[in-house]
C-alpha cells in the first residue's frame, strides 16, 4: 500500500494545459516527462527564466539550476521541437 512519492502530486502541481501554454511548441513525450516532476507552475516559470538568460551570465554558469526547474531545463533542451521554436530567426 506504499505509494511512491514521484507517484504522488505535489501540492499546487500544475496542471498540463497550463504547462503547454507557459512552454510554447513542446512535443507530447516532452511534455509527459515534465508532467511526471509533478512540477509547479514556479518550477516552469523558473526554468523558462533561466532558458530566456534571466540573470547575469557570471551568476547562471557558477550556479547550475537544480531541482525540477534544471530537470525541465535538461528535458526541453533536448526537445526539437522546443528548440526550433526558440532558435533565433534569419534576417
Given amino acids: 500500500m ?3 512519492q514521484e507517484e504522488t ?3 499546487g502541481a500544475a496542471e ?3 504547462v ?3 512552454l510554447g511548441p513542446v512535443s507530447d513525450h516532452t511534455l509527459a516527462e515534465i508532467m ?3 512540477p509547479t507552475m514556479e518550477d516552469v516559470e523558473v526554468a523558462l527564466a ?3 538568460g534571466s540573470g547575469e551570465e557570471p551568476d547562471r554558469a557558477g550556479h547550475p ?3 525540477t526547474p534544471g530537470r525541465i531545463v535538461g528535458t526541453l533542451q533536448r526537445d ?3 528548440r526550433g521554436a526558440s532558435a533565433p530567426e534569419d534576417g
Avoid: K
Fill in 2 to 4: 506504499s505509494e511512491s
Fill in 9 to 11: 502530486p505535489r501540492r
Fill in 16 to 18: 498540463s494545459g497550463a
Fill in 20 to 22: 503547454r501554454r507557459a
Fill in 36 to 38: 511526471a516532476l509533478n
Fill in 50 to 52: 533561466y532558458l530566456e
Fill in 65 to 67: 539550476l537544480t531541482g
Fill in 80 to 82: 526539437d521541437v522546443y
